[in-house]
């Protein structure tokens, strides 16, 4: 069956949908990352510039600094960010029922998703009474960000919450952008997601602010109580959230790089044209820096594709933000030789949704190695995993899905290795380890073992 679209004729502007054609080229991995799309919008040193001042300011003065970003990007007059107990629970009260019947089931699913990717601990017996464990402990404190902006986001707060909570961690800390036409307060859809599932301490504070708040804490000030630091910090944002967390790494743990939002689509002449232009319609609604990409191998669907895209954009919302980022630099068709090349391609973008729309759809979705969260098949969208799936939204962004993974259980776990050797199992490989730091030139380390030895002799 063909699905087409509904959508009626329009002489609106046309989306500038571009091609990069790869074909017959023998690229490296390298070529490959060059060729596919990619933002060109703000560089990272543009952003790395700004935040640092953004992290200085929020470190130096505190709340102060808070109260001034707050009024310049948003417009807000703000004595101290944290939210009162009594708007949180005045936002659930007034959530719409239908919204909050959306919430709990999507909060129901990723609960039981997260209550199954806990790791088990491990026991290794390596001989007689030697025995090393690694056992999971989770973070003290945690700080998660939601963002704000051209669009709502209560699924970001379930989705950095629930990993939270399944595994432990028992201080939680929630930041959002101040929305001035809420009185200075997250929206309310934000505060009523938080209700639901027990997060009391919530912030209105946005962007890079944000995330240095979390990082360094806040003193206490006569207009409020203190941001005490967290341990980890999660959240997806834009570029100069991504930037602040990349910047404040090693100062708490950060779960990835999760920037403007960006799908990447591999088809082939089976897809349907109208499904694979929704999907990269529905991401490209983000942002005007949102990223849309399709990998194939057929020029006629690349072809129906841009057909449905003039249609489609026409017809939704937020036309104008989607035909931007769907004609900006970071968008367009990736023309390849066939499946083999378009799998390179795919693992060149490493994409943050990755959908894959082709014959025998879950065999090529085994073999991609670099993706954020894979989309199998024309009943898997990512407005599903957006949602409802019971898998994670906040993933890595702009090619980091190369070496990081999305937010999950174990971001917000230490496995910490224990060590519970006997005496008989320590002398059974003191000779090797003596050898060793000898061989390192640290002899120490080897009488640190012969000590034991000696010592129990002359007892003896």
């Given at each position: 069956?063909?699905i087409?679209?509904?959508?009626?004729?329009?002489?609106?502007?046309?989306?500038n949908?571009?091609?990069?054609?790869?074909?017959?080229r023998?690229?490296?991995?390298?070529?490959?990352?060059?060729?596919?799309?990619?933002?060109?919008?703000?560089?990272?040193?543009?952003?790395?510039?700004?935040?640092?001042?953004?992290i200085?300011?929020?470190?130096?003065?505190?709340?102060?600094?808070?109260?001034?970003l707050?009024?310049?990007?948003?417009?807000?007059?703000?004595?101290?960010?944290?939210?009162?107990?009594?708007?949180?629970a005045?936002?659930?009260?007034?959530?719409?029922?239908?919204?909050?019947?959306?919430?709990?089931e999507?909060?129901?699913?990723?609960r039981?998703?997260?209550?199954?990717?806990?790791?088990?601990?491990?026991?290794?017996?390596?001989?007689?009474?030697?025995?090393?464990?690694?056992?999971?402990?989770?973070?003290?404190?945690?700080?998660?960000?939601?963002?704000g902006?051209?669009?709502?986001?209560?699924?970001?707060?379930?989705?950095?919450?629930?990993p939270?909570?399944?595994?432990?961690?028992?201080?939680?800390?929630?930041a959002?952008?101040?929305?001035?036409?809420f009185?200075?307060?997250?929206?309310?859809?934000?505060?009523?997601?938080?209700?639901?599932?027990?997060?009391?301490?919530?912030?209105?504070?946005?962007?890079?602010?944000?995330?240095?708040?979390?990082?360094?804490?806040?003193?206490?000030?006569?207009?409020?109580?203190?941001?005490e630091?967290?341990?980890?910090?999660?959240?997806p944002?834009?570029i100069?959230?991504?930037?602040?967390?990349?910047?404040v790494?090693?100062v708490?743990?950060?779960?990835?790089?999760?920037?403007?939002?960006?799908i990447?689509?591999?088809?082939?002449?089976?897809?349907?044209?109208?499904?694979?232009a929704?999907?990269?319609?529905?991401?490209?609604?983000?942002?005007?820096?949102?990223?849309?990409?399709?990998?194939?191998?057929?020029e006629?669907?690349?072809s129906?594709?841009?057909?449905?895209?003039?249609?489609?954009?026409?017809?939704?919302?937020?036309?104008?933000?989607?035909?931007?980022?769907?004609?900006g630099?970071?968008?367009?068709?990736?023309?390849?030789?066939?499946?083999?090349q378009?799998?390179?391609?795919?693992?060149?973008?490493?994409?943050?949704?990755?959908?894959?729309?082709?014959?025998?759809?879950?065999?090529?979705?085994?073999?991609?190695?670099?993706a954020?969260a894979?989309?199998?098949?024309d009943?898997?969208?990512?407005?599903?995993?957006?949602?409802?799936?019971?898998?994670?939204?906040?993933?890595?962004?702009?090619?980091?899905?190369?070496?990081?993974?999305?937010?999950?259980?174990?971001?917000?776990?230490?496995?910490?290795?224990?060590?519970n050797y006997?005496?008989?199992?320590?002398?059974?490989?003191?000779?090797?380890?003596?050898?060793?730091?000898?061989?390192?030139?640290l002899?120490?380390?080897?009488?640190?073992?012969?000590?034991?030895?000696r010592e129990?002799?002359?007892?003896?």
């Amino acid at each position: 069956m063909t699905i087409s679209s509904e959508f009626p004729a329009t002489n609106a502007t046309a989306v500038n949908f571009r091609t990069v054609d790869v074909r017959g080229r023998n690229l490296t991995l390298a070529g490959l990352r060059a060729a596919v799309p990619r933002a060109q919008g703000h560089t990272v040193a543009d952003a790395e510039e700004k935040v640092l001042d953004i992290i200085a300011a929020v470190r130096e003065r505190g709340f102060e600094a808070l109260a001034e970003l707050a009024q310049r990007f948003d417009g807000v007059d703000q004595a101290h960010p944290r939210v009162p107990a009594d708007a949180i629970a005045a936002a659930l009260e007034a959530l719409d029922p239908a919204v909050r019947r959306a919430l709990e089931e999507s909060i129901r699913r990723a609960r039981v998703f997260a209550d199954g990717q806990r790791p088990r601990y491990v026991d290794v017996e390596l001989g007689d009474g030697a025995v090393v464990s690694q056992n999971w402990v989770p973070v003290g404190r945690v700080g998660l960000y939601v963002p704000g902006g051209l669009a709502v986001y209560p699924s970001s707060v379930v989705m950095n919450v629930v990993p939270a909570l399944a595994a432990g961690v028992e201080s939680i800390a929630l930041a959002s952008p101040p929305q001035k036409e809420f009185g200075g307060l997250p929206h309310p859809t934000i505060l009523a997601a938080a209700a639901l599932l027990g997060i009391t301490e919530v912030y209105a504070i946005g962007g890079a602010q944000a995330i240095a708040s979390f990082a360094y804490g806040l003193p206490a000030t006569d207009a409020g109580p203190a941001l005490e630091p967290v341990d980890v910090v999660t959240g997806p944002g834009n570029i100069f959230v991504a930037t602040a967390k990349r910047l404040v790494k090693g100062v708490v743990g950060i779960d990835s790089e999760a920037g403007t939002t960006e799908i990447a689509i591999l088809a082939d002449s089976t897809a349907q044209p109208a499904l694979v232009a929704a999907d990269l319609i529905s991401q490209a609604e983000h942002d005007p820096q949102a990223a849309s990409v399709l990998i194939t191998d057929s020029e006629d669907l690349a072809s129906a594709v841009r057909a449905e895209l003039d249609l489609q954009a026409a017809a939704t919302k937020h036309s104008d933000r989607v035909r931007q980022a769907l004609s900006g630099p970071q968008s367009g068709v990736v023309l390849v030789d066939g499946l083999d090349q378009g799998i390179a391609a795919c693992d060149a973008y490493a994409a943050e949704h990755l959908e894959i729309m082709t014959a025998d759809a879950p065999a090529v979705a085994a073999r991609i190695r670099n993706a954020g969260a894979i989309f199998v098949g024309d009943y898997s969208p990512v407005s599903l995993g957006d949602y409802c799936a019971g898998s994670n939204h906040v993933l890595p962004t702009s090619g980091t899905a190369a070496f990081s993974s999305g937010l999950n259980v174990t971001t917000f776990l230490r496995a910490i290795q224990v060590v519970n050797y006997s005496r008989d199992a320590l002398a059974e490989v003191s000779s090797h380890i003596v050898s060793l730091s000898r061989a390192e030139d640290l002899p120490a380390h080897g009488d640190a073992v012969t000590a034991r030895f000696r010592e129990a002799a002359a007892g003896a």
